[in-house]
């Protein structure tokens, strides 16, 4: 659990880093954003076209084969990612109606030492409705007992 640091529970705030990056609330690690398509530089595309070709030229070839060759290629190593239904929020929220949206992610490890990916969930909705979730939550962690 993450303490309470000046009144807060969590490392710091997640929009602070020395590098601009967001960080965790939880660990201080840095966040990986998403890929940034409003950014596509000549070298992106450049990677891109070279994939393009590589299917072309495996046209019939069953997709996860491709995939893993793809993956060799370019030396990926692929992370799974935390499902937040899996997760306690994901559990507490299922029946909300909350925008959630995954912004990034850290890398960690599972209880078996394997990497695996920490979604950075981002969520909105109005503030009255925010009430009345965090009343209904406080029902549901009662209800627990």
Same mark, same amino acid.
């Given at each position: 659990?993450?303490?309470?640091? %000046?009144?807060?529970?969590?490392?710091?705030?997640? /929009?602070?880093?020395?590098?601009?990056?967001?960080?965790? /609330?939880?660990?201080?690690?840095?966040?990986?954003?998403?890929?940034?398509?409003?950014? =596509?530089?000549?070298?992106?595309?450049?990677?891109?076209?070279?994939?393009? /070709?590589?299917?072309?030229?495996?046209?019939? =070839?069953?997709?996860?084969?491709?995939?893993?060759?793809?993956?060799?290629?370019?030396?990926?190593?692929?992370?799974?990612?935390?499902?937040?239904?899996?997760?306690?929020?994901?559990?507490?929220?299922?029946?909300?109606?909350?925008?959630?949206?995954?912004?990034?992610?850290?890398?960690?490890?599972?209880?078996?030492? %394997?990497?695996?990916? =920490?979604?950075?969930?981002?969520?909105?909705?109005?503030?009255?409705?925010?009430?009345?979730?965090?009343?209904?939550?406080?029902?549901?962690?009662?209800?627990?007992?």
């Amino acid at each position: 659990m993450a303490e309470k640091i %000046n009144g807060k529970y969590g490392v710091r705030e997640p /929009n602070q880093s020395e590098d601009g990056k967001m960080v965790s /609330n939880m660990t201080g690690d840095s966040i990986e954003s998403n890929y940034d398509y409003g950014s =596509i530089s000549d070298r992106d595309k450049k990677v891109v076209n070279e994939i393009i /070709n590589f299917l072309r030229q495996r046209k019939g =070839i069953p997709i996860e084969m491709v995939v893993e060759e793809i993956k060799k290629r370019f030396q990926l190593v692929e992370i799974p990612m935390k499902k937040i239904e899996d997760s306690v929020w994901g559990q507490f929220t299922k029946d909300e109606r909350l925008g959630q949206s995954i912004q990034g992610f850290r890398t960690s490890k599972d209880k078996n030492g %394997n990497s695996i990916k =920490i979604p950075h969930v981002g969520f909105s909705a109005d503030l009255d409705y925010l009430d009345e979730f965090v009343n209904r939550l406080v029902q549901k962690a009662k209800d627990i007992k």
